[in-house]
């Protein structure tokens, strides 16, 4: 049996500035149909910047959706049409005031995929020199530079609780 799912019909339910939320009728594989909710989203960039102290710098921002604080590593939106590599790397000076002479596509990361399309790219970050932090004008975050050491701690003690960061310290080691 060939495990897809073929869209028959689908309609918008919302369309905003970021998101878009269709419901779609699909054909399953043995012949029933069943309704789909599918967010779209342009997908982003995340960025694990390794120090020469085998540090990651991340960010700590309110999020919207959890209604906390996170520790995360940097990351943005892609603009339709952007360059993931140019955007992450817009991000990460953005956000933390960093830019890096070398930086290397990681991995790629579906973040829900049971209902969303979004793709992430993680890029690794080095060489990091200071730039200009030119955040959002709705973007109030405060960096900070924790050992890889520690942040894998803080993952096993679930004290992280962002995926694409915890994938991102356990890649970090890997280009250390």
Not at 19 to 26: A, G, H, P, S
Not at 74 to 83: F, V, Y
Not at 126 to 150: M, Q
């Amino acid at each position: 049996m060939e495990l897809k799912e073929t869209v028959i019909s689908g309609e918008y339910i919302y369309k905003g500035a970021v998101i878009n939320l269709k419901k779609e009728t699909v054909a399953l594989p043995d012949g029933n149909t069943a309704l789909r909710e599918v967010v779209e989203h342009p997908g982003g960039v995340c960025i694990a910047a390794i120090t020469e102290n085998k540090e990651l710098i991340l960010v700590k921002q309110y999020r919207a959706g959890v209604k906390d604080v996170l520790l995360e590593i940097p990351a943005g939106k892609l603009e339709k049409g952007e360059n993931i590599e140019l955007c992450g790397r817009r991000e990460l000076e953005e956000e933390t005031g960093f830019c890096a002479e070398t930086f290397i596509k990681a991995h790629e990361i579906f973040l829900s995929p049971a209902y969303t399309e979004e793709k992430i790219y993680l890029y690794v970050a080095k060489e990091l020199y200071r730039g200009n932090p030119n955040p959002d004008e709705d973007e109030f975050i405060e960096t900070v530079a924790v050992p890889i050491e520690e942040l894998k701690k803080m993952v096993a003690e679930n004290k992280i609780t962002d995926a694409k960061t915890i994938i991102a310290v356990l890649i970090a080691e890997k280009y250390i």
